[in-house]
């Protein structure tokens, strides 16, 4: 079935540095990549998402691209804040399905050292 | 406050017994969504509805689970003969899809945590 593949599974960085989230997906009728936050306790809480049509797409500190022909599409935040620590999780949706069938990766826990 | 709200937030039972939960979604969202959270695992999709109607259901949904949103407003996943493998976070979310608007964002509760012992 659908599926999608993120790495790393646990990022630790310094205050201040980037982070970078990768994410391979194999449905090829998905064109739209949310990506979500969750802290501990919370739910999944959407910070940025792209549909196929656009490369790239910039949110003040955070940025998502899209490469379709590969199929790989990926998160960076740049000048990390320790409040940026947290699970994220890519994921995938045709969105002729209206967004029902999205297909989640596994997560990445990210740690921001101050 | 106006977001998706889950009750009860922490479910312990034994196993054999029978768990329901309630979500209330976002007030004028007409999708509604059901998901089961393992630990290091992203959401996986259980079932949908729009407004009153169960949509789609994933095979995850066995036949001891069943969904219901009687008036298109609050909903709820009652799960029958419970397993110790049914321990899990169980979250709801809700999106609006109307003519002219199609919002493909789903915004989620805080979840139920099931333990099963």
């Known amino acids: 079935g659908e599926n999608v593949e993120q790495h790393p599974s646990t990022l630790s960085v310094q205050e201040g540095d980037s982070a970078v989230i990768k994410c391979t997906y194999s449905?090829?009728?998905?064109?739209?990549f949310p990506w979500y936050k969750q802290e501990l306790g919370k739910g999944p809480q959407l910070i940025i998402d792209?549909?196929?049509?656009?490369g790239e797409k910039k949110d003040q500190r955070i940025a998502v691209t899209l490469n379709k022909t590969a199929k790989h599409f990926s998160l960076h935040i740049t000048e990390t804040q320790p409040e940026d620590s947290a699970v994220y999780f890519c994921?995938?949706?045709?969105?002729?399905?209206?967004?029902?069938?999205?297909?989640f990766g596994a997560g990445t826990r990210l740690f921001v050292k101050a | 406050d106006t977001g998706v709200s889950q009750n009860p937030r922490h479910k312990i039972t034994k196993r054999g017994q029978n768990v329901t939960f309630r979500c209330d979604p976002i007030?004028?969202?007409?999708?509604l969504y059901w998901y089961r959270q393992t630990l290091g695992q992203g959401p996986e999709f259980l079932t949908y509805?729009?407004?009153?109607?169960?949509?789609?259901k994933s095979r995850l949904l066995s036949d001891r689970f069943s969904a219901e949103r009687p008036k298109g407003s609050f909903s709820t996943l009652e799960i029958q003969r419970t397993e110790q493998g049914d321990s899990a976070m169980y979250l709801c979310?809700?999106?609006?899809?109307?003519?002219?608007?199609?919002?493909?964002?789903?915004?989620f509760g805080p979840g139920t945590r099931l333990t099963v012992t």
């Open positions: 792209i549909r196929s049509n656009v």
């Open positions: 007030s004028e969202h007409n999708r």
């Open positions: 509805f729009q407004n009153e109607a169960q949509l789609e």
């Open positions: 449905d090829s009728a998905s064109n739209y």
């Open positions: 994921a995938a949706s045709p969105l002729y399905t209206g967004g029902f069938k999205t297909i």
């Open positions: 979310a809700s999106s609006i899809l109307r003519t002219g608007l199609n919002s493909y964002e789903q915004y």
